[in-house]
């Protein structure tokens, strides 16, 4: 690490980390992704070894780190080799519980928090819908107030861990005739009556995370089920959505980065008319340009992360880290294949998978278009 | 042999028997391919069938010579490979393209028995042959081969590996290349002769390739093709990468399509997705793109159709086809949004597909080394 940023704790945090995902997490990377399933225990032992709640509070369970604990997880579970469980672990510690620590009464951080740190209850987060993806103003399920009660109607698409989860941060509209200010965020016990997982998804890519449709018909829900103010969850998910995508920004530049090291040994292994890989000019060109744009990346990552960590809201920033790192992931992903040519597309080697996985950083979270979109605003465009 | 027959209006490309021809496979592949063409790839379901069908019908013979049973029509043998590419199931444009290879190694290479015994049958898509010429090594290359077959009492024992054999397992017999005392030569190899094993691979699984194990097989001598490999290869590769050049064109033109259905179907933000003029441009960009790769394409069916010298701009339009299909099939994945990403949609299959097409027998390097050596480098 070229840093000072991470001191001799990060250090220590992420040795251990290394140590873990190599032994527990990379040598059944590609079992899981063909059984399209990693098993729960795998989420619970990772909390058990104290690596879902780095930043959170011990109160909670946590470590009590600060934001560059996060960026170690983030950058350690990139070198995982399974894209899906590294994801279904960012839901868990970087999208669906945020919010609780930030803006949840004790009774909920004791009800939700503490088991996500612990690995007990599997988190997602509900945002999209079959009608709204990137707007999320104009999502629709709807959340009634009843009695005291909150009635909960509706739909959720590409819900990762939605098929597994305890529970979702859910967001919904509470005003159906306000825009922004008629999004409230929920807490909702995905054993509720009413709560279905309609479809499991098959995906092109990220196998063994599972990405669910979820229809909620009269799901009861107490008054106290909000989470944050009543009409300010569009704010709390934007919000979310920047420390969301800031930590996949890390994971994936991290990702490239490693990606930048595999392409390495395959072009010194392998050999093309009569030549290593290696000896070949556009591979070494190729590899060498493809490098200093992930450091680039890395760097702007960085300098980000740093003003993160500082209290800042960076959205101009974070935008483009998000927008560049899945960009330069995808570019790692691809040159890969293309390195390894007909091998590059074989099962029998992890480079189509991450070929695959890497695809989704460029629509998840927000599309590279809406990523250009926010900087442009941003800019006073 | 001249290959292609010369034509005498080689100007004048297309015909209104081409246009009839490319009605005809439309409507095949609008109503037997396209609408399950998600489930057809899923299932694997090698269409073994189909193929059969287009080898009755004539389609498989359209380049070859009349007495080889063929049409002796090189563009029409165009048109089929476009159109299969436009079903958006790259593999059965692929089968084809494989068979009609083989066939072509036969015909150019082949001695006068072994074209009477395999070509018939083969041109009729009921006995299928294939090409297994690479090999583990990572090499393309026909001079770097290293299997090999040792002579003897009249008879060939072969060894070695072949990688990435087209319809291995499928296949019925493969046209295996393999290094003698002299030279490399290509083997004509009954499937029961050999160990063959399908490969998982990113995409067109209902085109299977696979491992050809050659160890211990033992053949005739006149197994053996007369001609040498490598020049059988290089001919049998310029028609490759135009039938590749134009079934590619057909695939993104398939994307383009599906891409922009959806685009203006789907809504965000209160309007179709491919509204928004940053979707706009880009698509017209692509469409540009598109239009001008099927314009070259055409020049050089045109070249090599009079038989002028073709080498450059096969391999210009083979290697700017393959770009314009990935690069169509990877913004019609973008378009889509998380749609794109799922099995369900047609949309990462085109990707899958354009991905494996782009990389396989080398990857665009060929075709650079190609049209490098044209220009004197």
């Known amino acids: 690490m070229p840093t000072t940023r991470f001191t001799a704790d990060h250090e220590r945090v992420r040795a251990r980390l290394r140590a873990y995902v190599d032994e527990r997490i990379r040598p059944q990377a590609e079992e899981w992704d063909r059984a399209g399933d990693f098993p729960d225990e795998a989420m619970r032992e990772l909390g058990e070894a104290g690596f879902l709640g780095l930043r959170y509070p011990q109160r909670y369970g946590g470590y009590g780190g600060d934001y560059y604990h996060t960026v170690v997880q983030a950058e350690e579970m990139a070198r995982s080799g399974s894209g899906s469980f590294s994801m279904a672990v960012s839901v868990q510690t970087d999208m669906a519980t945020p919010p609780i620590a930030e803006f949840g009464t004790e009774a909920q951080k004791e009800e939700f928090l503490a088991p996500a740190i612990r690995g007990e209850k599997i988190a997602c987060l509900g945002i999209t819908e079959p009608g709204a993806g990137s707007d999320v103003a104009g999502i629709r399920t709807h959340a009634q107030g009843v009695g005291g009660d909150w009635v909960v109607n509706g739909s959720k698409i590409f819900i990762t861990n939605g098929a597994r989860a305890a529970f979702c941060t859910l967001v919904a509209k509470t005003d159906r005739d306000a825009k922004h200010q008629g999004v409230t965020l929920f807490l909702l016990p995905m054993d509720a009556s009413g709560v279905q997982v309609s479809r499991r998804l098959e995906k092109v890519g990220m196998w063994a995370s599972d990405t669910a449709e979820l229809a909620f018909t009269d799901v009861r829900l107490p008054r106290d089920a909000i989470l944050g103010e009543e009409g300010k969850g569009f704010y709390h998910i934007m919000w979310e959505l920047q420390g969301e995508r800031l930590i996949a920004a890390v994971e994936s530049a991290a990702g490239a980065a490693y990606g930048i090291e595999r392409i390495v040994e395959i072009a010194q292994q392998r050999r093309v008319g009569g030549r290593c890989l290696a000896d070949h000019d556009w591979v070494r060109y190729r590899v060498a340009e493809t490098a200093a744009r992930v450091e680039a990346t890395r760097q702007l990552v960085y300098l980000t992360a740093d003003r993160f960590d500082r209290g800042e809201y960076p959205v101009r920033e974070i935008s483009m880290a998000k927008l560049a790192g899945m960009s330069v992931a995808w570019e790692v992903a691809d040159l890969g294949v293309e390195v390894a040519g007909e091998w590059g597309i074989w099962y029998g080697l992890p480079l189509q998978r991450s070929w695959r996985d890497a695809r989704l950083g460029r629509i998840g979270g927000g599309t590279d278009e809406v990523m250009r979109e926010v900087v442009g605003k941003m800019m006073n465009l | ?377």
């Open chain 2, 1 to 377: 042999m001249t290959f292609p027959a010369v034509r005498d209006r080689p100007y004048h490309l297309f015909e209104p028997e081409h246009d009839e021809l490319r009605d005809a496979l439309r409507r095949l592949v609008d109503d037997r391919l396209v609408p399950r063409a998600g489930d057809l790839e899923r299932e694997r379901a090698f269409p073994r069938e189909l193929l059969a069908e287009l080898g009755e019908l004539g389609y498989l013979g359209l380049a070859f010579p009349h007495d080889a049973g063929g049409a002796d029509d090189v563009v029409a043998d165009a048109v089929l490979s476009e159109e299969l590419g436009r079903s958006g199931l790259y593999g059965v444009a692929g089968a084809t393209i494989e068979l009609r290879a083989a066939a072509l190694a036969l015909l150019l290479g082949g001695a006068d028995a072994q074209r009477q015994r395999i070509l018939p049958g083969l041109l009729a898509g009921r006995a299928l042959w294939a090409l297994g010429v690479g090999e583990p090594s990572l090499d393309p290359d026909p001079h770097e081969i290293r299997a090999s077959a040792r002579s003897g009492e009249g008879r060939f024992e072969l060894s070695g590996e072949k990688a990435f054999v087209p319809l291995a397992g499928v296949a019925d017999g493969y046209l295996v290349a393999a290094r003698t005392a002299e030279r490399v030569a290509l083997f004509a190899v009954e499937a029961g002769s050999l160990e063959a094993a399908e490969e998982e691979v990113l995409g067109s699984w209902e085109c299977p390739v696979g491992t050809v194990h050659l160890d211990g097989a033992v053949i005739d001598a006149n197994a053996r093709l007369p001609a040498g490999a490598p020049d059988i290869l290089a001919a049998v590769g310029r028609w490759r990468a135009l039938a590749e050049g134009f079934a590619l064109v057909g695939l993104a033109a398939r994307a383009l399509d599906v891409a922009l259905a959806y685009g203006l179907e789907r809504q965000a933000f209160d309007r179709p997705v491919a509204r928004f003029q940053v979707w706009r441009h880009r698509w017209a960009e692509a469409a540009t793109d598109l239009e001008s790769t099927r314009a070259l394409c055409i020049h050089a069916l045109r070249l090599y159709a009079a038989g002028e010298p073709a080498a450059r701009a096969i391999a210009a339009a083979r290697l700017r086809a393959g770009r314009v299909a990935y690069r169509m099939a990877d913004e019609g994945v973008q378009m889509h949004g998380g749609y794109g990403y799922m099995m369900e949609f047609d949309a990462q299959r085109f990707w899958r597909d354009a991905r494996q097409a782009t990389v396989v027998g080398g990857g665009d390097h060929p075709y650079l080394e190609t049209i490098a050596r044209e220009l004197g480098l």
